[in-house]
Nanobody, 114 residues
Framework: VQLQASGGGLVQPGGSLRLSCAAS????????MYWIRQAPGKELEWVSR????????YYAASVKGRFTISRDNNENTLYLQMNNLTPEDTALYYC????????RGQGTQVTVSS
């Protein structure tokens, strides 16, 4: 299993970023996928979940209304559109095959700062 997240960076409060996760080594179109994050000094936090066919979407309360998860099963890619970012969104973001993040790839750093 390989999960490679990308698209992170430094952004000002109120800004936007779009994360991508390239998946391989498993049947992507049959897998429920998750975005999780880990802020400095904190535990892993679940962010969002999407069903194998793009339905059954859930968001953590802290990001609901600002983040949008999606996927392209033809490209084996998972996305996270993040809008109206705040400093509290600063974290290392991972895509994962389970909500606890036991099977996750290399993360991408998101830093929200003025």
């Amino acid at each position: 299993v390989q999960l490679q997240a990308s698209g992170g960076g430094l952004v000002q409060p109120g800004g936007s970023l779009r994360l991508s996760c390239a998946a391989s080594g498993f049947t992507f179109n049959q897998a429920v996928m998750y975005w999780i994050r880990q802020a400095p000094g904190k535990e892993l936090e679940w962010v969002s979940r999407i069903g194998s066919e793009g339905g059954t979407i859930y968001y953590a309360a802290s990001v609901k209304g600002r983040f949008t998860i999606s996927r392209d099963n033809n490209e084996n890619t998972l996305y996270l559109q993040m809008n109206n970012l705040t400093p509290e969104d600063t974290a290392l973001y991972y895509c994962a095959l389970d909500i606890a993040g036991r099977t996750r790839g290399q993360g991408t750093q998101v830093t929200v700062s003025s």
